[in-house]
């Protein structure tokens, strides 16, 4: 069975840095591709960041050059990086990982960020 | 970056109806488009991927439909576990981007 369990939320003040942890379980995290999604309290899912199999990464415009995804294949875990925060970060973030239909088909339970002075 | 959009926001029905939401691609995505459910709290659960096929263990009255733009979720015969909050994500290409969501209300 796949387990992704995200830790390393909180309340963190603008300008704070904060790290996230995914660590996996039943899927190897440099398999396929992982993903960090985010969700601000009461509003919809919009995508944050990807690292490929092959170590390539990719941001969303509104993260670029303040989060950095990256991941410990020894840990088999996945890590987002933010600093710079800002308000409008706070939201719950999720980690994610395609199934064997390709698609966002295994998901953490998500950790609460909160970005306020 | 590809804009999904969804409709309705928001829909009340009663244990038994059919709903079916609509999703538009902001460019032509073929197949690349997956349902999502989301009830308070939790996580998002993969229902449809590939605009039509269900994923295991999801109940036979989802139904996906749609390719290019256009792309339909019905469920029919609504069960009370069905409330929730559906989204559709396109999965053609980086940035992955999501529609706004359409909460399925009880009447």
């Known amino acids: 069975e796949v387990q992704l369990v995200e830790s390393g939320g909180g309340l963190i003040q603008p300008g704070g840095s904060l790290r996230l942890s995914c660590s996996a379980s039943g899927l190897n995290v440099s398999y396929n591709y992982m993903t960090w999604v985010r969700q601000p309290p009461g509003k919809g899912l919009g995508w944050v960041s990807v690292?490929?199999?092959?170590?390539?990464?990719n941001y969303a415009d509104s993260v670029k050059g303040r989060f950095t995804i990256s991941r410990d294949i020894s840990k088999n875990t996945l890590y987002l990086h933010m600093n710079s925060l800002r308000a409008d970060d706070t939201a719950v973030y999720y980690c994610?990982?395609?199934?064997?239909?390709?698609?966002?088909?295994?998901w953490g339970q998500g950790t609460l960020v909160t970005v306020s002075s | 970056d590809i804009q999904m959009t969804q409709s309705p926001s928001s829909v009340s029905a009663s244990v038994g109806d059919t709903v079916t939401i609509t999703c538009r691609a902001s460019q032509d995505i073929s197949s690349w488009l997956a349902w999502h459910q989301q009830k308070p709290g939790k996580a998002p659960k993969l229902l449809i991927y590939?605009?039509?096929s269900l994923q295991s263990g999801v109940p036979s009255r989802f139904s996906g439909s749609g390719s290019g733009t256009e792309f339909t979720l019905t469920i029919s015969s609504l069960q009370p576990e069905d409330f929730a909050t559906y989204y559709c994500q396109q999965a053609h290409s980086f940035p992955l981007t999501f529609g706004g969501g359409t909460k399925v209300e009880i009447k």
């Open positions: 690292i490929y199999s092959g170590g390539s990464t």
């Open positions: 994610a990982s395609p199934d064997s239909s390709g698609y966002l088909g295994y």
């Open positions: 590939s605009a039509s």
